[in-house]
């Protein structure tokens, strides 16, 4: 089905991000949250301080995770870019790194005892 000009203006309309958050019902700071750390939907900056959506991406994302049921992987999930398994938030579980919190000390060394 071609897409008439109405529909091309429908869904490249740009949505602030109250907009885009009511649109797929998740929270303004979710989606803050996942420009910050990937995994969101498509944005465009217009300015340091001014995201906008489109509704064409927003479709597309959420197209994307479309399952049948819950043991079936999303194409998310099998392309994910993400920390492998096991990966600490707090960096320790990779041998030799660290980070330091948001209080300043740096966690401790976890490192995993053979036996």
């Known amino acids: 089905m071609a897409e008439t000009t109405e529909d091309r203006e429908y869904l490249d309309q ?16 979710a989606l ?4 910050n ?13 001014s995201i906008r ?3 064409r991406d927003l479709i597309a994302w959420a197209s994307e995770r479309v399952v049948a049921n819950t043991s079936q992987p999303s194409q998310y999930e099998q392309s994910s870019k993400f ?3 096991g990966a600490g938030r707090d960096g320790g579980d990779f041998e030799g790194e660290t980070r330091k919190p948001r209080g300043g000390l740096p966690f ?3 490192v ?4």
């Open 14 to 29: 740009l949505l602030n991000e109250v907009a885009a958050a009511e649109f797929l019902d998740y929270s303004v700071r």
């Open 32 to 35: 803050q949250n996942w420009r």
């Open 37 to 49: 750390r990937g995994g969101g939907p498509l944005f465009i900056r217009v300015s340091k301080r």
């Open 53 to 55: 959506y489109r509704r």
């Open 83 to 85: 920390c492998p398994a």
């Open 108 to 110: 401790r060394k976890r």
């Open 112 to 115: 995993r005892e053979s036996s």
